[in-house]
């Protein structure tokens, strides 16, 4: 069966840098168009990055713009989230999913396969 599993995540103070990673096993990975969602406590699951089958073409929230970086190593199987600068507003849980439909999007319902989440917490 498809599993992500995500690790990474943990305790910060704000300006530093955390990089997750999501390992993906049951499926063709190089296949799926790979993204990375937050959720925050008593808000929903939001868009944070998508990066194409390839990797060539990537895309960002705006709130993360700049300050974040997802790539992908279709070898490992393995996508990736590096995080700079960040800020207490990062706190949330992380959760990588795959999508086999090919389009690089931020539609949460476009996802077919989810991981169970690693928690960031960023202190001030």
């Known amino acids: 069966q498809v599993q992500l599993v995500e690790s990474g995540g943990g305790l910060v103070q704000a300006g530093g840098s955390l990089r997750l990673s999501c390992a993906a096993s049951?499926?063709?990975?190089?296949?799926?168009?790979m993204g990375w969602f937050r959720q925050a406590p008593g808000k929903e699951r939001e868009f944070v990055a998508a990066?194409?089958?390839?990797?060539?073409?990537?895309s960002y929230a705006d709130s993360v713009k700049g300050r974040f970086t997802i790539s992908r190593d279709n070898a490992k199987n393995t996508v990736y989230l590096q995080m700079n600068s960040l800020k207490p507003e990062d706190t949330a849980v992380y959760y990588c999913?795959?999508?086999?439909?090919?389009?690089?999007?931020?539609?949460?319902?476009?996802?077919?396969?989810w991981g169970q989440g690693t928690q960031v917490t960023v202190s001030s």
């Open positions: 999913a795959a999508d086999r439909s090919g389009v690089v999007t931020t539609l949460i319902g476009r996802y077919d396969y």
């Open positions: 990066i194409s089958r390839s990797g060539g073409s990537t």
């Open positions: 049951g499926l063709t990975f190089s296949s799926y168009v």
